[in-house]
């Protein structure tokens, strides 16, 4: 195995934990996401040396940057901006934005196959026309409201998890 793939390995076994903590209490640890990040370092660093630990840096810069504008816009947790710095400590920055990409398409895919079988699509469409179109238009149809006690939340690790795994097949 080389050294890469030995990360790969190192970031799995990380993100299995994290997994196992957000499904049963939608949290990922700090032990969990600021232990993987040192790891990714150190491992990074003993392995590839400086250039090695200038890779896992990139990619702590580039997990934590992208995922804390995704966390000011209300889309992710902290847990998640820790995480995929974390995730970019053990994979860089290429491999960590193309996890990334994969997680989100996946919460899209999981997120539609939810509102289908809570039979919710319709009514979230119609929110949507209604946004777009203006409340004149719409008169008859009441607004969705969203507010964090009525937000429908699913664990991201259900989809970061296979994210990480499709993007690891796919660029490895």
Same mark, same amino acid.
């Given at each position: 195995?080389?050294?890469? %793939? $030995?990360?790969?390995?190192?970031?799995?076994?990380?993100?299995?934990?994290?997994? &196992?903590?957000?499904?049963?209490? &939608?949290?990922? !640890?700090?032990?969990?996401?600021?232990?993987?990040?040192?790891?990714?370092?150190?491992?990074?660093?003993? @392995?590839? *040396?400086?250039?090695?630990? +200038?890779?896992?840096?990139?990619?702590?810069?580039?997990?934590? *940057?992208? &995922? +804390?504008?995704?966390?000011?816009? *209300?889309?992710?947790?902290?847990?998640?901006?820790? +995480?995929?710095?974390?995730?970019?400590?053990?994979?860089?920055?290429?491999?960590?934005? #193309?996890?990334? &990409?994969?997680?989100?398409?996946?919460?899209?895919?999981?997120?539609?196959?939810?509102?289908?079988?809570?039979?919710?699509?319709? %009514?979230?469409?119609?929110?949507?026309?209604?946004?777009? $179109?203006?409340? @004149?238009?719409?008169?008859?149809?009441? !607004?969705?409201?969203?507010?964090?006690?009525?937000? +429908?939340?699913?664990?991201?690790?259900?989809?970061?998890? !296979?994210?990480?795994?499709?993007?690891? #097949? @796919?660029?490895?």
């Amino acid at each position: 195995m080389s050294w890469e %793939s $030995l990360g790969y390995l190192g970031c799995f076994v990380m993100l299995a934990a994290a997994f &196992m903590t957000d499904i049963r209490t &939608m949290k990922i !640890p700090n032990v969990i996401t600021l232990s993987g990040l040192v790891a990714g370092l150190v491992w990074n660093l003993l @392995y590839g *040396g400086w250039m090695g630990g +200038l890779f896992a840096l990139k990619g702590i810069a580039a997990g934590f *940057g992208v &995922m +804390l504008l995704l966390y000011f816009l *209300g889309a992710v947790g902290g847990g998640d901006v820790k +995480l995929f710095a974390a995730i970019g400590a053990w994979t860089g920055a290429v491999m960590t934005l #193309y996890i990334m &990409m994969y997680s989100i398409f996946a919460a899209g895919l999981i997120g539609i196959l939810v509102l289908i079988l809570r039979r919710e699509i319709f %009514s979230r469409l119609r929110g949507a026309l209604r946004n777009v $179109l203006g409340s @004149y238009i719409l008169k008859s149809w009441s !607004p969705i409201r969203v507010g964090a006690k009525k937000q +429908l939340q699913i664990p991201f690790m259900l989809a970061v998890l !296979p994210g990480a795994i499709l993007a690891v #097949y @796919y660029l490895s």
